[in-house]
């Protein structure tokens, strides 16, 4: 008689389950090497230390790569050189300044040293020296017929030829004298109910290195016409 009956038991079945060659069934026992393999600890891997110069060299050369793959390389930076200026240059725009007395110090100040100007403006300031102008206003002593004491006008004057000094001590300019002062009328603006226009002017400073002065008797041979022998000669 055969056994027909169907196994009941986990256990019953898996004796009498059959399984292909080199393949191990499910829920048998792994082999023995297998479990010495995963009682190993996993060895740490030594990390090798690099060097501050072999990270350069490695930066250089990944710079490099990254160049070579481009068209062209970038062109080093080449820096201008610095121009010497000759001159220094003050602008001041909309000052609240009369324009009539702004031309009348530009005039006091022109072809004079800077520290020699603004010492002439503090003596007007204090009312000590006059600046000379023109119509009819009063007489005042010294070389002059008639002139005034414009406070406002001259302080700000100080503070442009005080900064005209900082711009020639950056530019290296030695002995700088006011050779250009300019003021001209600026735009006015209305005042309270557009009754009054304010006094606003523009101003322009240029300072530049003292000539060297020449000799009268230079300037005289120079001036000279040709052919005509000079007293000196005659003597």
Do not use: W
């Amino acid at each position: 008689m055969v056994n027909t009956e169907k196994p009941t038991g986990k256990n019953e079945a898996k004796k009498l389950a059959v399984a292909p060659s080199g393949v191990p069934l499910r829920g048998s026992a792994p082999k023995p090497e297998k479990m010495k393999a995963e009682n190993k600890a996993p060895v740490p891997k030594e990390e090798k230390k690099e060097t501050p110069n072999q990270k350069s060299e490695i930066s250089s050369s990944t710079k490099q790569s990254k160049y070579s793959s481009s068209k062209e390389a970038p062109k080093p930076i080449q820096k201008k050189p610095k121009v010497k200026k000759t001159e220094a240059v003050v602008n001041a725009t909309s000052l609240p300044v009369s324009t009539k007395y702004s031309m009348a110090i530009c005039r006091f100040i022109k072809n004079k040293k800077i520290v020699t100007a603004i010492k002439d403006l503090e003596q007007v300031v204090l009312k000590k020296k006059a600046v000379p102008m023109k119509g009819e206003i009063p007489h005042r002593k010294g070389p002059m017929m008639s002139g005034r004491f414009p406070k406002k006008a001259s302080e700000h004057f100080i503070i442009l030829l005080k900064s005209l000094i900082a711009n020639s001590v950056m530019h290296d300019i030695d002995d700088p004298v006011v050779v250009e002062a300019v003021a001209n009328m600026a735009s006015r603006p209305y005042g309270k109910f557009g009754r009054v226009k304010k006094k606003r002017t523009h101003v322009r400073l240029v300072a530049k290195t003292a000539a060297p002065k020449k000799s009268k008797n230079k300037m005289k041979k120079e001036n000279a016409p040709k052919g005509v022998p000079s007293k000196e000669g005659k003597k």
